[in-house]
C-alpha cells in the first residue's frame, strides 16, 4: 500500500494487485463504485478512483482509492458517535447483501474512516502520530460530533458476487481474519452460507471493541452495552438462528430510538481510563456537550 496525491491535491492510496488473483477484488470494487451504486447513500464501500493497468510483460496492476484512517485512531468521545459508525456498517453491508455480494473478511483493520477532516493537518498515513509532512507531531483531532465521518468497508479480496440464480449460496470455508467463526470450525468443515458469515464477523468487531475484549483489542470501549443483545444475536453459533443484515437493521433502528439524549451524550471510555475518569473528566465532557448542545450540534453526527 502506498500513500500519493491526485493533481487536486486530494489524498489517495494505491493498492497494488497482481493478476489474475486480484481480479475478483478489483471487479468487485468496480462494480460498487458504478455511478448507479455508488450514488446510494448506504453504499460504504471505499471507491476506487482509478486503475492502474500492468504495463506491458508485467501482471501488477494498482487500485486507486481514497486516503483512509484507522476508526480507532482518533477516540470516540460519545456513545452518539459510536451509534452512528455501527449504524452505517450495518447499512454498508446490508448494501453489499442486498446486491448478492459477501464481503467475507469484515474485520477490525478492514472498516476506515475518512477521518482526515478531524485534523488542522493530515497525519501521515503510516506513522499517525506525526503530521504528512513530518515536521511536527499530529494535531489532537476535532470531535466527530463536530465533523461527522463516513464509514467504509475496504478489501474486497475476499468478496464474492453470486447471482440471484446461485441459491443455495455455499463456499468452502475457511475463510477471511477471524478464526473463531463456528461454522469454519473442525479440520475439514463443510461447505457453508457465507452470508450468516458475514454477519458473525461484523458483529464480532463490536463485541470486541465496544462490549468484551478481543484478542486484538486491548482495552474495548465502554458504554455501548445496549448493543449486547443484538450482538449476541448476531454471533449466534448456528447460523440459521442469525438475524439477516435487514433484521440486524431494524432492531438497531429499535434500539436507538428507546436511547435518550442523555445517554448518546454521555461518554464513551476506554477500559483502561477508567480508574482516572473522575469528577474532572466528567465536568469537562458535560461542558464540552452543553457547547455542543447550544450549537445545535446532532447527538447522532449523520454524515449529510
Known sequence: MLDASRPNGSLVALKRLKFPVGLGEMTIGTRFSSPSLFADPRNHCIPIL???????????????????????????????????????IFEGLQFMHENNTIHGDCKHNNIMEDGLSLYTSPPHPFRHEMRRDFTDRTPK????????????????????????????HMLQGPWGGFKDVPEHQGSEPPPCDPFPVDVY???????????????????????????????????????????????????FDLIVKGLSWYKLRSPVIRADELRWWGLSCSITHWVKQAYYILRGYPAIPIVS
Open 50 to 88: 482509478d486503475i492502474i493497468l500492468p504495463m506491458p510483460g508485467s501482471d501488477v496492476a494498482f487500485i486507486v482509492m481514497p486516503l483512509l484512517r484507522q476508526t480507532r485512531i482518533a477516540p470516540f468521545e460519545t456513545v452518539g458517535e459510536a451509534v452512528e459508525f455501527f449504524r452505517q
Open 141 to 168: 483531532p476535532v470531535s466527530r460530533t463536530i465533523r461527522p465521518t463516513k464509514y467504509y468497508l475496504i478489501d474486497f479480496g475476499l468478496s464474492y458476487d453470486f447471482t440471484r440464480e446461485d441459491g443455495p
Open 201 to 251: 464477523c461484523i458483529g464480532n468487531v463490536i463485541n470486541q471493541q465496544f462490549i468484551d475484549r478481543g484478542p486484538r483489542v486491548t482495552f474495548p470501549f465502554t458504554g455501548c452495552e445496549f448493543m449486547r443483545e443484538l450482538v449476541s444475536d448476531m454471533m449466534n453459533k448456528d447460523p440459521k438462528k442469525r438475524p439477516t443484515m435487514d433484521e440486524v437493521v431494524l432492531r
